[in-house]
């Protein structure tokens, strides 16, 4: 599949995927999901990839949904969104929490609706100085989807998830990390640097544990105390074979650099 909307690469160990409809602050159509979809089906399917890197080209990360796709132009009576949420945007959300690696979300610019929760269904989400987050479902109308419903309450609370939802008030980068929204602010110039070391450091990090770690954290929102305690036991009994629990004793004993194999 040759790709019109987006950039895809992958180069030792680290994919990147890149929106890229910049004229229109990478908003999505329905092609530009199809494209999403794909590339993550192929990311899946090669072994070699330890990590995955998401941001957006030009000024913007992603202005969530393009209005002006004809999937979603209202008419009489109306237009059929839960469809589009149905069949694109939760499906998009749930690969990213499912796959076993962390995702990083560089956010170069503006995220704004499905865009702004996008980014917040990522692992770690760093974001420029100038970027900035933004709600706007409640200004045409509709709720925050793509999981905003339930990514804000639990990062930063019922009060702050309610302002934002129904306000649709930017938030800037520099108080979205101070509210634990995202992971950290950095200069507009160092993002991409920040967001490659990091993905190089995951790249040769031991991937088996840090996708137990991802799937551990997410289910102790469902869990009770003693189901998320059994969870880990399960967990680290697998860890305590792999090979990478194998060799990260031997470097330390040795005091040399570990070599994980993510297995």
């Not at 530009?32 to 913007?60: C, F, I, N, P």
């Not at 649709?168 to 110039?189: F, N, Y």
């Amino acid at each position: 599949m040759s790709y019109e909307s987006i950039l895809f690469t992958i180069k030792n160990g680290v994919a990147v995927l890149t929106l890229n409809r910049p004229d229109r602050l990478n908003s999505f159509t329905q092609a530009m999901h199809l494209e999403v979809r794909d590339a993550l089906d192929k990311l899946q399917a090669d072994t070699s990839v330890r990590v995955l890197v998401l941001t957006g080209a030009g000024r913007g990360f992603c202005a969530g949904q393009d209005l002006g796709d004809r999937a979603v132009a209202p008419g009489a009576p109306g237009v059929d969104l839960g469809e589009s949420v149905e069949k694109f945007y939760a499906p998009l959300v749930l690969t990213l929490r499912g796959l076993p690696m962390p995702v990083i979300c560089a956010v170069n610019g503006v995220a704004a609706g499905a865009g702004a929760n996008l980014a917040l269904a990522c692992d770690i989400v760093l974001a420029a100085k100038s970027a900035s987050f933004i709600e706007a479902f409640c200004k045409l109308g509709l709720i925050p989807d793509t999981g905003g419903t339930w990514h804000l309450p639990r990062l930063i609370g019922h009060a702050r998830a309610t302002g934002l939802a129904m306000l649709g008030e930017k938030l800037s980068a520099e108080k979205a990390e101070e509210w634990g929204l995202i992971w950290r602010c950095v200069p507009d110039e160092a993002l991409m640097d920040e967001a490659m070391a990091m993905a190089d450091h995951f790249a040769s990090a031991p991937t088996k544990g840090l996708a137990f770690t991802k799937k551990a954290l997410q289910a102790s929102y469902a869990n009770t105390l003693p189901e998320q305690l059994k969870l880990e036991g399960e967990m680290m009994r697998e860890l305590g074979y792999s090979h990478d629990y194998r060799e990260g004793v031997a470097a330390f004993i040795a005091k040399r650099p570990a070599q994980f194999k993510g297995e």
